[in-house]
């Protein structure tokens, strides 16, 4: 898979997983494929967690509900440069 096809999410300095859409904010990063069923595994299994060196992860509901925001976004300026 190239990064193209990955998410990546970053730990920032307050210790807040944050999606990285662009692929390019500073600090440690943890890549999973593009499906919520690798993303839902990566965070029950700990992986999440443990790759960012972190005691917990954030619910997996505001991860998903952020990521799906900025995708959906980033989609509909696709489509409106395409048009």
């Known amino acids: 898979m190239s990064r193209r096809e990955l998410l990546r ?4 300095d307050s210790g807040c997983v944050v ?4 692929q390019r ?9 593009c499906t919520l069923d690798c993303f839902d595994m990566a965070v029950a299994r ?3 967690a443990r790759g ?7 619910a997996r ?3 998903s509900e952020e990521v799906i925001g900025k995708l959906r976004t ?3 300026s696709y489509l ?4």
């Not at 960012?52 to 954030?58: D, E, S």
């Not at 409106?80 to 048009?83: D, E, Q």
């Open 9 to 12: 999410f970053v730990r920032d």
């Open 46 to 48: 700990g992986a999440l």
């Open 61 to 63: 509901e505001a991860l």
């Open 19 to 22: 999606f990285d859409q662009r």
């Open 74 to 76: 980033s989609v509909a």
């Open 52 to 58: 960012l060196k972190l005691p917990g992860v954030a």
């Open 80 to 83: 409106s440069i395409s048009k």
């Open 25 to 33: 904010l500073p600090g440690r990063g943890v890549w999973t494929c």
